[in-house]
């Protein structure tokens, strides 16, 4: 499927589906390995943004362990939301 989308794509003249084109032939492993194995590091990612928000509104913290507890506490409540959608 991906070939005869890249193969159309390399019939035509528009320069931004020629580089669309360029983009998936570049990254073919990567997109059949996701539908392959469908596993992402999208948590993983979620994690470090919501460190770097914490951070960001902590202003400077006197301790790390606050910063820690501070970032155990919003990790916890994302996981307690997500646990709620899934019921």
């Not at 928000?53 to 913290?61: I, L």
Request: hydrophobic letters at 35%.
């Amino acid at each position: 499927m991906l070939t005869k989308i890249t193969d159309t794509l390399a019939l035509s003249d528009v320069p931004e589906l020629q580089t669309l084109r360029h983009t998936l032939m570049r990254w073919r492993n990567e997109i059949l390995a996701y539908f392959r194995r469908p596993l992402t590091n999208g948590r993983t990612e979620g994690f470090n943004n919501k460190a770097k928000v914490v951070k960001r509104r902590a202003y400077g913290y006197k301790s790390f362990r606050n910063y820690r507890l501070r970032l155990l506490n919003a990790c916890a409540q994302k996981e307690s939301r997500a646990r709620s959608t899934l019921k």
